[in-house]
């Protein structure tokens, strides 16, 4: 069965810290890792999808990496704004539909 | 305007009761899906639609049943509702060109 765990659960930085939130999954066959950012009573907000080991992708001060076995979102110099959950979802499987199975996010506090 | 929309936002409702929640797209995707976020147990599927034509169950449709009244609506319907269907409810879209989901807004649902 597909799985992801998210560590930390909550991680408080102060404005300018750098630091890394990791998802470490099992699945059949990896069709895409998802990172997605959630808001307080907001829906998830889609950031990256990563396809295959050794892949990266940027935007603003988050870039996701992914293993085999894990990825990485890391937030470098993050300000306040970036205060939310950050969510991670493994899609498996080679045919057909799989559904996400998403794991229970970590919770990022960044004080000014 | 938001892409996916969500209605009614807040729902207070009794035990046994009927309700429905509804879900609509300007994003022109052909696939709907419904999820329930519990606390510490993440995001989970309750039912999809890959067409007007097709409806399949998720993960946790059981208490559940779901109508595409069109490609852009797709609602979810609780026949007898029970306090532990009390949960954030999220609609999400994607196309079938892609695995990527984009997720509404929300709906709170408290059953008492």
């Known amino acids: 069965e597909d799985q992801v765990t998210q560590s930390p659960e909550a991680l408080r930085l102060q404005e300018g810290e750098s630091s890394s939130l990791n998802c470490s999954y099992t699945v059949s066959g990896l069709r895409g890792l998802f990172w997605y950012r959630q808001d307080p009573g907001k829906g998830p907000e889609f950031l990256f999808t990563l396809y295959s080991a050794g892949e990266e992708k940027e935007k603003e001060r988050l870039k996701a990496t992914l293993t085999k076995k894990e990825s990485f979102l890391h937030i470098t110099a993050p300000k306040p704004e970036d205060s939310a959950t950050y969510l991670c979802?493994?899609?498996?499987?080679?045919?057909?539909?799989?559904?996400?199975?998403f794991g229970t996010g970590t919770r990022l506090l960044v004080s000014p | 305007d938001a892409d996916v929309t969500q209605t009614p936002r807040n729902r207070i409702t009794k035990t046994g009761k009927r309700i429905m929640l509804e879900c609509s797209q300007t994003k022109g995707h052909d696939r709907m899906y419904w999820y329930r976020q519990d606390p510490g147990l993440g995001l989970r599927l309750i039912y999809y639609?890959?067409?007007?034509?097709?409806?399949n169950k998720g993960e946790i449709s059981d208490g559940y049943s779901v109508s595409r009244q069109a490609q852009a609506k797709f609602s979810l319907s609780l026949e007898s509702a029970i306090p532990n269907q009390t949960a954030l409810y999220f609609c999400a879209t994607s196309d079938s060109l892609s695995d990527t989901q984009y997720f509404g807004p929300g709906t709170r649902l408290t059953v008492l």
């Open positions: 639609s890959f067409d007007v034509k097709d409806i």
């Open positions: 979802a493994v899609q498996g499987g080679n045919t057909g539909f799989q559904k996400l199975v």
